[in-house]
């Protein structure tokens, strides 16, 4: 970086504008800044440092006081540098926060902090925030390391000589980019905690496996399971051991359970025979029963066979009634006819009367239509005109359509531009309010991230507590019901021992009764028994023993269990804590409560309002970024609109007098063409004035005449039709009266001939003939009604035959005894299942488990085999070695290396040889980490010592010859960092006159170099030394600067 041109307003004892041109030094790359003190020489470097990093060069300096009290209220402050860098010129301007004058108004307004970067392609960066970002981003340095290796500050030279390792590892990670390096620790160190993590879980697992492992009635393996330290391989030997017995166990009651099957099956037969019996004999019962009920009803039928053949007879003289009625209802439709041909003659004549009227009113007006016949004569005499005057209308029309487009797009065009100019002031406001908006986002995007982490870690901790609570509680409700057991167990236990103790003395009383003498003894053999054992009179039986022992056998089997259940529990409890409490341990840095001391109950509650009130802030965060969001999405938008709609105001703004111009040439023409049309009116009607208008006024004439002709041609048709209509009624009417006599007469003699046949066919009269008389349709109905009761009636008998032989000789079975001893069978198989039932689930819990402890074991081995490669690359990568150096550290410790030897080839001929830079190799103390610490070699005593022991001479040529290798390394390794300039604040009044000689030996080095160089001195030596000068000249009225050349 070298700056070209520096101007300064209203900044420090500056009160007026001033400009520092640095190109005016041409070829002379060294210059002294002069001025008495408190003239404003340090604030040059303020404001170079100022306009690159919004801070001064010396950090105690606040920005906000930067502001000259000499300068007027009226006068802007800011600091202006154009500099380049790498061949390219960039120009930045800054302002910090000062109070001005108002720009309406009276009275001061605060100006807040702002920056503007102009980039080589003329892209402008705006705002603070981006502007820093993007300096730090061009020169590849911050403002801490430009005060230690490009502008040394007064007070401040001394702190990259002086730092420790940890500030210059800082320094020289964002000089070279060693930033990897320290990736591959964190990552290493990473993979380490993940292995231990996997390979912890893992054995987590397999112990929970191991708690699941069923010992059943073995007491060597459910003591290797209840050990503290418990041996992985001899429970797995053990339980496969386990595993064999019960698969032997479970195959002799596989086969005691099909033996008893068959016996079921044989039972079952006969179960089943028995049903069959006795189903037999109910329905012979049944069958009996039904034949009976119907042989009840066989003479209701015999009466139903009597009716249907009265009625068969009947059905003979049915057809004849039949006749009758159809010449009865022919009679009523012909008598109807003769009455309606009565009512059409009566209105027929009607009819005559009012047509004859009709035609004497149309023959009445025939002057009417003379009348017309002339008018539509006179009318066509006028076409021709009318076509001449709608000729001129329409281009007059024409005229005048032209001349309000014309208007319309001049005064379009005004609005247009009007409108524009509005609108692109408003998109304006609206993008300066969207980039504020940004702004706003990316902080709150950074708070957002904040809250989702505590409300993650939140959650966690919550679940790990409800866990930890349920757990315990199970267990102490398990503990509960365990202590309870336990009490009921040893009172059993305790009598079957005294049961046991109780039946072996009294085996030898048994013994005893039997001997004789002179024969041996069963148990010892003697042949002589002085004192044999006598039986007590309460001794216990065999039989009794074994019940008590199978109670006992059965309540230690279910203690087994429980106490399984216990260890199992407990062993989750002890889990879910050791989780809780590294996880509370995670947390203890991010909450504002002492988590780690709290009671369970009153943290979970925390932990719950903790939650809720984050969750609320991270989604008022959600929702005011989505609302900016909504507002941003529109920024590309607006800005395209901006250059569009200015683009389009210009040419707007060119086409407005054309388009007058027009307007008024068009207006001239319009006036012309009126006057002539005004003679053509004055020969024409106003209402005839178009040819449609003529046409159409003829037409309703022409249409009237029309009408008025229609209608008494009608009148005449109408009065002749009547007349004949009348003639047809009248004939008709006769007609129909005849047919009516015909059907009166038919009607009467159908009437004779069925009296005949009711008495011919043996029936009394009507009313008895009317009682049997049915339709042909409830005939069949009765003859099927009683062919269905006899055939019934006689499937009924043979089915009652087939099953007295089907029965003979059968007896009922006793079902319900052979169904009890079925029961009693299968209540013995599902006691042999339920065993089975047990050890197969026995069986297969345990294969399961030592299948998952037998992976889980591969597993843990894989891993551990790389948990020792990474854990030695991690320890060693991040400094846990005997050097107790990174690999970081080690990296920057060669980048050091040639900095220092840089360094010393100054710092030699600064101080004649006398002291030489060197990297301390030697451990720090208390393992701490080291490799970047810096010590100086005294040839004059041949000893090393700290370079804080420097005196203030020797430290500023140290931090003099540090500063310039530095910047020779940097430039050497870091191409896009480019170091062209140093600025050097006092420090020389230390030197003597030969330290002096050799250090400005050194900076006109660097100038030779095309370095620029830039020294605040008041040592007089300087001053005669270097010929270009930047004098400082203060004023009341503020202080003013230029180039002596």
Known sequence: MRPLKLTISAFGPYADKQVIDFSNLKNKNIFLITGPTGAGKTTIFDAISFALFGEASVSSRDSDTLRSHFSSIDTPTYVELEFELRGEKYKIKRNPKYERKKAKGNGLTIQEADAELILPDGRVITKVKPVDDKINSILGIN??????????????????????????????????????????????????????????????????????????????????????????????????????????????????????????????????????????????????????????????????????????????????????????????????????????????????????????????????????REKIINLKDKENKVKQYEVKSNEIKLLREDLNKKKKEYEDIKNIIAKEKTD???????????????????????????????????RELKIKIKQYLNNLKLHENEASKYNDFEKNYLIIKDKYEKMEDSFLKAQAGILAKDLKDNTPCPVCGSINHPNPAKIHKNFITQEELKEIKKLYDEKVEERNINLQKLSALNAKVEESLNELLETKKRLIQILDEDILKMPYDKLFKYVNEKGLKTKEEANKIENDIKELDNIIKDKEKTEKYIYENQKYLEEKELDLPKKEEEYTTFYGKVVSAEKELNSIEEEI????????????????????????????????????????????????????????????????????????????????????????????????????????????????????EKAENDTKGLKNIEVEELSKELKDIKLYENSLEIQEKNIFSRIQNNQNAIKEIEKINKCIKKDEEQYAIISDLAKTANGYNEEKITFERYVLAAYFDEIIDAANLRLAKMTGERFIL????????????????????????????HVKTLSGGESFKASLALALGLADIVQAYAGGISLDTMFIDEGFGTLDPESLDNAIGCLIELQNMGRLVGIISHVPELKERIDVRLEITPAKEGSSVKFVI
């Open 143 to 372: 403002k801490n390391q430009f005060r230690q290796i490009v502008m040394l500050p007064q007070g401040e030279f001394r702190k990259l000589l002086e730092a420790d390792s940890k500030e210059r590892e800082v320094i020289f990670r964002n000089i070279f980019g060693t930033e990897a390096f320290q990736s591959i620790q964190l990552k290493l160190s990473t993979l380490q905690k993940n292995y231990e993590t996997k390979i912890n879980e893992n054995s987590t697992k397999r112990d929970t496996h191991i708690k699941h492992i069923d010992s059943g009635e073995d007491e060597i393996l459910l003591k290797l399971l209840n050990e503290q330290h418990i041996n992985v391989e001899e429970i797995i030997n053990r339980t496969k051991e386990l595993l064999e017995k019960d698969k032997e166990e479970s195959k002799k009651l596989n086969n005691y359970i099909k033996e008893i099957k068959l016996q079921e099956e044989k039972l079952q037969k006969k179960i089943f025979e028995g049903i069959e019996i006795n189903k037999k004999i109910k329905d012979k019962e049944e069958i009996e029963k039904q034949y009976n009920n119907y042989i009840l009803n066989e003479s209701k039928y015999i009466e139903k066979q009597n009716k249907l053949e009265k009625a068969r007879i009947a059905f003979n003289v049915k057809f004849v009634e039949d006749t009758l009625n159809e010449k009865i209802n022919n009679l009523i439709i012909k008598e109807n006819q003769y009455k309606e041909a009565e009512k059409n003659l009566a209105i027929a004549q009607e009819n005559i009367k009012k047509r004859e009227y009709e035609l004497k009113l149309e023959e009445n007006k025939e002057e009417e239509r003379k009348s017309l």
């Open 918 to 945: 060197k990297r301390k190799e030697d451990r720090g103390k208390f393992g701490k980490q080291e490799g970047l610490e810096l010590e100086v070699f005294d040839n004059y005593t041949g000893k090393s010592r």
């Open 424 to 458: 692109i002031n408003k998109a304006k406001e609206k993008l300066l309010y969207i980039k504020n908006c940004e702004t706003k986002k990316m902080s709150l995007i950074g708070i957002k991230t904040e809250k989702d982490f505590m409300l993650e870690k939140l």
């Open 685 to 800: 009607p106003k209402e005839i004035r178009s040819h449609s208008k003529l046409l159409i006024k003829i037409n309703e004439i022409e249409e009237k005449l029309k009408v008025l002709e229609k209608s008494y041609k009608e009148a005449q048709d109408n009065f002749h039709n009547a007349n004949e209509k009348y003639a047809s009624i009248k004939s008709d009417k006769e007609s129909k009266y005849r047919n009516f006599k015909e059907a009166e007469n038919e009607v009467e003699a159908y009437k004779n001939k069925l009296n005949s046949k009711i008495l011919e066919y043996g029936f009394s009269d009507f009313e008895e003939y009317n009682k049997f008389k049915m339709t042909e349709e409830e005939i069949k109905i009765l003859e099927e009604e009683i062919s269905e009761y006899y055939k019934k009636l006689q499937i009924l008998k043979g089915n009652l």
